[in-house]
């Protein structure tokens, strides 16, 4: 693999001294390097925090809406920061690398690590090629810092492409800084971080990398906090995103293998939950069953942290998160075997036939207050219920366009009640705040059968039974 050296010992200082941006101006000017969800978030909100930014991409539609004030994706407050900063000037987009690498001080790189085709590996190809085409046009001393989610490994690994394509005597170097935005709370996420994580290898290196977070320190001071730094390797900094999307993906499996028992134990597993949550060892985050998790980072970080490992000798370390995904992909088939038991359908060895049934589903997206549909639970539950024969009628508020792209063989309705209307049987399956509010007795007057699926636990049993509904929740009695 491209990632197997050795990296260098760590020596940097805690807290090193700042210095002066390479390029002369009065704070570090900064590039970020993929402008997908994770860059052209840190762009706009750094940018926000009073850095010059340009964010960079080889999809010029992409660049082209950026820089027309559109966000390509949904995340809150996100549109309105673009625009802002767009006018003042503080903020650019561009595709050409060799306008970034004659602006920037500090090059952020952004780009996606999918899943390979091949195998359970992270593809760094976009890695490779951002590092490659960067470090050759470098005209001055810069530093290039990863944030990107990536195999341990790989930080050397780009140290040793921009030694092979930067010119020698600008003494290019390279830092890690691992992201950590939650979709439908990135902004946050980044202008209020939980904690930063630097892993660098010079004083020079950690002085630019804390000059081009100095504005993430200010606001904190003004708001009188304090932003938790954790100084480290390599190594260290590449597996904390990894670790951490590990341990919230055993937390929601957990939940959901409870779940399960409550079901056969006629126990309440929302009780189960806020019982074992008041204990401060396990605290109450991430304990809501479920339809199980999905997205664009857990499942994929969880498959390549166990191919890594295996790499380096540690499978067996992580055999538990094979176990974890198992359990995150039987919960949407419970689903699945659920509606055939509540419509009177045998699940025979090839499954339920739903023939003839219209079932509304409601949400698309893995999670609410996104329009993010990768790997989403719901939309795979949805051609589930498809395959099986049924008429399946979807509405979410803001992942219509993705989830009819990812799959355009079930109808999408307009609307909350256009969905449920003449529906049999009606499915949860985001926790969006419109359908958590919903008013029960306005949709039965809708639906030609009052049963619900709570496939996310959002929905009040006792409201929605008071209005006549057959409440079905997952691992509820």
Same mark, same amino acid.
């Given at each position: 693999?491209?990632?197997?050296?050795?990296?260098?010992?760590?020596?940097?200082?805690?807290?090193?001294?700042?210095?002066?941006?390479?390029? +002369?101006?009065?704070?570090?000017?900064?590039?970020?390097? /993929?402008?997908?969800?994770?860059?052209?978030?840190?762009?706009?909100?750094?940018?926000?925090?009073?850095?010059?930014?340009?964010?960079?991409?080889?999809?010029?539609?992409?660049?082209?809406?950026?820089?027309?004030?559109?966000?390509?994706?949904?995340?809150? +407050?996100?549109?309105?920061?673009?625009?802002?900063?767009?006018?003042?000037?503080?903020?650019?987009?561009?595709?050409?690398?060799? $306008?970034?690498?004659?602006?920037?001080?500090?090059?952020?790189?952004?780009?996606?690590?999918?899943?390979?085709?091949? +195998?359970?590996?992270?593809?760094?190809?976009?890695?490779?090629?951002?590092?490659?085409?960067? %470090? &050759?046009?470098?005209?001055?001393?810069?530093?290039?810092?990863?944030?990107?989610?990536?195999?341990?490994?790989?930080?050397?690994?780009?140290?040793?492409?921009? #030694?092979?394509?930067?010119?020698?005597?600008? %003494?290019?170097?390279?830092?890690?800084?691992?992201?950590?935005?939650?979709?439908?709370?990135?902004?946050?996420?980044?202008?209020?971080?939980?904690?930063?994580?630097?892993?660098? $290898?010079?004083?020079?290196?950690?002085?630019?990398?804390?000059?081009?977070?100095? &504005?993430?320190?200010?606001?904190?001071?003004?708001?009188?906090?304090?932003?938790?730094?954790?100084?480290?390797?390599?190594?260290? *900094?590449?597996?904390?995103?990894? *670790?951490?999307?590990?341990?919230?993906?055993?937390?929601?499996?957990?939940?959901?293998?409870?779940?399960?028992?409550?079901?056969?134990? #006629?126990?309440?597993?929302?009780?189960? %939950?806020?019982?074992?949550?008041?204990?401060?060892?396990?605290?109450?985050?991430?304990?809501?069953?479920?339809? +199980?998790?999905?997205?664009?980072?857990?499942?994929?970080?969880?498959?390549?942290?166990?191919?890594?490992? $295996?790499?380096?000798?540690?499978?067996?370390?992580?055999?538990?998160?094979?176990?974890?995904?198992?359990?995150?992909?039987?919960?949407?088939?419970?689903?699945?075997?659920?509606?055939?038991?509540?419509?009177?359908?045998?699940? #025979?060895?090839?499954?339920?036939?739903?023939?003839?049934?219209?079932?509304?589903?409601? #949400?698309?997206?893995?999670?609410?207050?996104?329009?993010?549909?990768?790997?989403?639970?719901?939309?795979?539950?949805?051609?589930?219920?498809?395959?099986?024969?049924?008429?399946?009628?979807?509405?979410?508020?803001?992942?219509?366009?993705?989830?009819?792209?990812?799959?355009?063989?079930?109808?999408?309705?307009?609307?909350?009640?256009?969905?449920?209307?003449?529906?049999?049987?009606?499915?949860?399956?985001?926790?969006?705040?419109?359908?958590?509010?919903?008013?029960?007795?306005?949709?039965?007057?809708?639906?030609?059968?009052?049963?619900?699926?709570?496939?996310?636990?959002?929905?009040?049993?006792?409201?929605?039974?008071?209005?006549?509904?057959?409440?079905? /929740?997952?691992?509820?009695?």
């Amino acid at each position: 693999m491209p990632y197997s050296a050795t990296p260098a010992p760590f020596s940097s200082p805690a807290v090193p001294e700042v210095v002066a941006p390479p390029s +002369g101006a009065a704070k570090p000017r900064l590039t970020f390097i /993929g402008t997908g969800y994770l860059g052209a978030t840190y762009a706009i909100c750094f940018a926000e925090l009073g850095y010059e930014v340009l964010g960079v991409d080889v999809d010029a539609d992409k660049i082209a809406r950026l820089s027309a004030g559109e966000v390509p994706f949904h995340e809150p +407050g996100l549109d309105e920061l673009l625009r802002q900063n767009l006018a003042s000037g503080r903020l650019r987009f561009g595709t050409s690398f060799e $306008q970034a690498a004659q602006f920037g001080d500090v090059h952020f790189i952004c780009v996606g690590t999918p899943q390979r085709d091949d +195998g359970l590996s992270a593809d760094l190809s976009y890695v490779e090629q951002a590092v490659t085409a960067l %470090a &050759g046009a470098l005209p001055r001393k810069a530093l290039i810092v990863g944030k990107s989610t990536v195999p341990a490994g790989t930080a050397t690994w780009v140290q040793q492409l921009v #030694g092979k394509h930067a010119d020698p005597e600008l %003494a290019v170097e390279v830092a890690w800084a691992p992201e950590f935005l939650q979709e439908g709370h990135a902004v946050e996420d980044v202008l209020r971080p939980s904690r930063l994580v630097l892993a660098y $290898q010079t004083s020079w290196a950690g002085g630019l990398l804390y000059a081009a977070h100095k &504005g993430v320190f200010e606001l904190a001071a003004t708001e009188d906090r304090e932003v938790p730094v954790v100084t480290c390797d390599f190594a260290t *900094a590449e597996l904390v995103k990894v *670790a951490a999307n590990s341990f919230l993906a055993t937390k929601i499996s957990f939940i959901n293998a409870m779940s399960e028992v409550c079901e056969v134990a #006629g126990a309440d597993v929302t009780l189960l %939950a806020r019982a074992i949550g008041y204990d401060p060892r396990i605290g109450q985050r991430y304990l809501q069953a479920g339809v +199980g998790f999905g997205g664009g980072c857990l499942p994929k970080d969880i498959r390549a942290f166990q191919a890594r490992a $295996q790499e380096l000798g540690a499978g067996e370390s992580l055999r538990f998160l094979h176990e974890v995904e198992l359990i995150n992909l039987r919960r949407r088939t419970r689903v699945l075997k659920l509606a055939a038991q509540l419509l009177d359908r045998p699940f #025979g060895p090839a499954g339920p036939d739903l023939s003839g049934i219209r079932i509304a589903v409601l #949400g698309a997206t893995f999670k609410p207050n996104t329009d993010d549909v990768r790997d989403a639970p719901a939309l795979a539950v949805t051609a589930m219920l498809h395959k099986a024969g049924a008429e399946v009628r979807v509405y979410d508020p803001q992942g219509m366009d993705n989830a009819r792209a990812a799959l355009p063989e079930v109808s999408y309705q307009p609307s909350l009640a256009a969905a449920v209307a003449d529906a049999a049987l009606v499915c949860v399956l985001t926790e969006w705040t419109e359908f958590r509010n919903a008013d029960p007795t306005a949709l039965g007057h809708l639906a030609t059968s009052r049963v619900v699926i709570d496939g996310r636990n959002c929905l009040d049993p006792a409201l929605w039974t008071a209005a006549g509904w057959e409440y079905h /929740g997952m691992g509820r009695p």
